[in-house]
């Protein structure tokens, strides 16, 4: 690792040692000078002047779950897509569209896990 | 190079954090994501080592890693749902039904 | 024949898996209740197809998709048993399902799916399709350990087999980035090369063989990482046990066999001590850890294992007919465990609860063609002359003194003799032992029968007739010449 490597870092190092030094002081000013009558309606959460109900961390629903894992199962898949389109044609050369057919074989598989969760009752979001 | 270098270290780095989060951890979540850092660190490496041997075939194994890693979560994740509604908890050690 | 249809060939049986698999799932997503069934027999049908299929895959021996995929007689003959116990699996299992109450679709495409990717494992011929492989079996498994959603076991032992499933996997992972960053290939035929040509292995590429190693240790269940075994063997429902202790197992071996033969063959003495010493732990950690198990499925896991070690006495011999030797081996094991699985999933009663060996006792007298199955199946696994086991533990004795290891062949004959007592054990309780109460096993079902007769058949047909199956072993053997 070259020093002129580590040096083109070195503005970005101050600026977070700043940033750091003048949030600390203010902080600690207020710590320091403010006054401090505490009660209980001050230490309550602020839901618009209402009285607080519950524990803000509640649970998620597993219905969450199931469509953020669902999402990245098809999101991630696409992946391939880009190197795919990159390449295309390399992939076809002439007139020939073999590499357009394998990917939408490709789609195609998808699809059908797409279908199955649909038939499956998977993205109802009521059950 | 000597980025390439670098990164391969941070993987190794990377990887040991992982097998150590995977031995010593005892929250499922933790450990699966102990297993995700540890899949990191090997794109990490493919990464690397694609550009020490100006080879683009490295990047593309990456591809097939995320891709991978992610049904491989997926899985896990219902896996360890069901754990968690049959037992109420998610500590390994209360998964203890078979004796280990 | 254009190079595409050529490729698509050479992979025909990975491909119709996958294609009944996919059906299966689609025709689940419309079928309705009451005809799943349906489902099922499409099962067999797709695993039937496949293994027609190899048939097609071996008019086109050569290297496809660009070297990826290697067909040869190796690669076939591991895609032959591979399906082969993919239809035992299905066929000794409906009725298990249908009396659980477990969904049928999901099963058999789970099956065919797990089947495709250990097929890939077989045929791969570079690093990360192995890889994909390896997965594509591997998630599949999980999902099926864990097919008993509502029972509790089950789920420990999908927990269990997945986190250290995907552990195993990132060490193979990282292993095939340090092999990839010491040669900027991994392509096994590329390995092969540089080995020949004299290039000695740096750190970089030991260690990352090393994490092979162990990556693939996990799968095979090997000793020192074979602790999930029997956990694992345990919880998954009975006719999943029966795939997960020959199917994977055979898939990682052949993994193994490729992976060391071809790539690393040329520098044998990187992998051999490691190959030697994790044959005795295997063979003694299996043999001793089995003598005191009272669960059946607990005990066949541990045995298991101690199998896994006799493979691996094979493999340390480092020749032609240790590889033909382990294929011979392989397909007894397989077919003999699958057999033994089988009995137990029959006799198992809603819920898995007849489990236990003293649970076995008068079966003889109740229902003697089962017992007499197991018996053959127990005999077999413990080598007695007629059967195949012994033929088979007799070509990995032979291979392992030609190639001078006196040692190992010691090992080999001692744990046969440990492994006689547990096996022995329970012919016993099964003819000589009254049970306490009273019971009547279930009538043996057409699948579950159909299984046992044909595994049985193999037993004493492989044992009696070797010559075409050693043929075919020594044949496929030849490959990695």
Request: aromatic residues 16%.
């Given at each position: 690792m070259s020093p002129s490597y580590l040096s083109d870092y070195a503005p970005l190092l101050i600026h977070i040692l700043a940033a750091m030094i003048v949030a600390g002081a203010l902080l600690s000013l207020s710590v320091l000078v403010g006054y401090r009558r505490p009660s209980r309606e001050k230490s309550e959460a602020y839901e618009c002047g209402i009285h607080p109900t519950g524990d803000a961390r509640e649970p998620f629903s597993v219905k969450f779950y199931?469509?953020?894992?669902?999402?990245?199962?098809?999101d991630v898949e696409a992946i391939f897509l880009y190197p795919w389109a990159y390449v295309f044609r390399d992939l076809n050369p002439g007139k020939s569209l073999a590499g357009f057919y394998e990917m939408l074989l490709y789609i195609v598989i998808l699809l059908a896990g797409y279908i199955y969760l649909w038939r499956k009752g998977a993205l109802d979001w009521n059950r | 190079m000597d980025l390439a270098a670098d990164c391969v270290v941070l993987s190794a780095i990377l990887f040991g954090l992982g097998v150590v989060g995977f031995v010593f951890k005892r929250n499922i979540i933790t450990i699966f994501m102990s297993i995700e850092l540890m899949l990191n660190a090997v794109n990490l490496a493919f990464v690397a080592f694609s550009r020490q041997w100006h080879d683009l075939s490295g990047q593309v194994f990456v591809f097939f890693v995320i891709v991978v890693a992610a049904a491989e979560a997926a899985v896990g994740m219902a896996i360890i749902v069901l754990i968690a509604r049959n037992r109420h908890s998610l500590n390994v050690e209360r998964v203890n039904l078979l004796k280990l | 024949m254009t190079p595409a249809l050529a490729d698509a060939y050479s992979l025909a049986p990975v491909i119709t898996a996958c294609g009944f698999g996919i059906l299966i799932i689609v025709g689940d997503a419309f079928l309705p209740r009451g005809g799943k069934s349906l489902l099922a027999r499409i099962g067999v049908v797709g695993a039937l197809a496949s293994l027609a299929a190899v048939t097609l895959a071996s008019r086109h021996t050569d290297d496809a998709y660009s070297g990826l995929i290697r067909t040869d007689a190796f690669s076939l003959f591991l895609e032959s048993l591979i399906f082969v116990i993919t239809v035992l699996v299905m066929l000794g299992s409906y009725d298990y399902l249908v009396r659980e109450g477990l969904p049928l679709g999901e099963y058999h495409a789970l099956l065919l799916f797990a089947a495709s990717g250990m097929a890939v494992m077989a045929s791969a011929n570079e690093l990360l399709t192995a890889f994909v492989g390896l997965e594509i079996s591997s998630i599949a498994s999980y999902v099926l350990a864990g097919y008993r959603r509502t029972a509790s076991k089950s789920n420990e032992s999908a927990l269990k087999y997945f986190l250290l499933g995907s552990f195993a996997t990132a060490f193979f992972l990282y292993g095939a980035a340090m092999v990839y960053g010491a040669t900027g290939t991994t392509r096994l035929d590329v390995l092969r090369e540089m080995f020949v040509a004299g290039r000695a292995p740096g750190p970089l590429m030991l260690l990352g063989c090393a994490m092979i190693l162990v990556g693939l240790g996990f799968k095979a269940a090997v000793a020192p990482f074979q602790v999930w075994t029997p956990d694992v063997y345990e919880g998954a429902p009975t006719p999943v046990t029966a795939l997960f202790a020959s199917g994977?197992?055979?898939?990682a071996f052949a993994l193994l066999v490729r992976i060391l033969v071809t790539g690393f063959g040329a520098a044998n003495a990187t992998w051999f001590w490691a190959i030697w010493v994790s044959a005795v732990l295997t063979m003694f950690i299996g043999n001793l850890a089995a003598l005191t198990q009272n669960n059946v499925k607990r005990m066949l896991a541990y045995s298991s294992i101690a199998h896994a070690g006799y493979l691996l006495v094979a493999l340390a011999a480092r020749s032609e007919i240790g590889i033909a030797a382990l294929l011979y081996y392989l397909v007894v094991y397989a077919l003999v465990t699958l057999g033994a699985f089988t009995i137990i999933t029959h006799l198992g009663e809603p819920g898995e609860r007849r489990l236990e060996i003293?649970?076995?006792?008068?079966?003889?007298?109740r229902q003697p063609f089962t017992a007499f199955c197991m018996t053959i199946f127990l005999l077999s696994l413990l080598g007695l002359p007629i059967t195949a086991g012994f033929l088979g533990k007799f070509y990995i004795f032979d291979s392992a003194l030609k190639a001078q290891l006196p040692g190992l062949a010691v090992m080999l004959a001692m744990n046969s003799v440990i492994g006689a007592y547990y096996y022995l054990r329970l012919v016993r309780v099964m003819y000589f032992t009254e049970p306490e109460q009273e019971w009547t096993p279930e009538p043996v079902t057409a699948g579950v029968g159909a299984v046992m007769f044909l595994t049985a058949v193999a037993a004493l047909g492989f044992?009696?007739?070797?010559?075409?199956?050693?043929?075919?072993?020594?044949i496929s053997a030849q490959s990695f010449r």
């Open positions: 199931l469509v953020a894992i669902l999402f990245i199962l098809f | - | 994977p197992k055979a898939a003293d649970a076995y006792a008068g079966l003889g007298t044992g009696l007739f070797p010559g075409p199956l050693m043929t075919f072993a020594t």
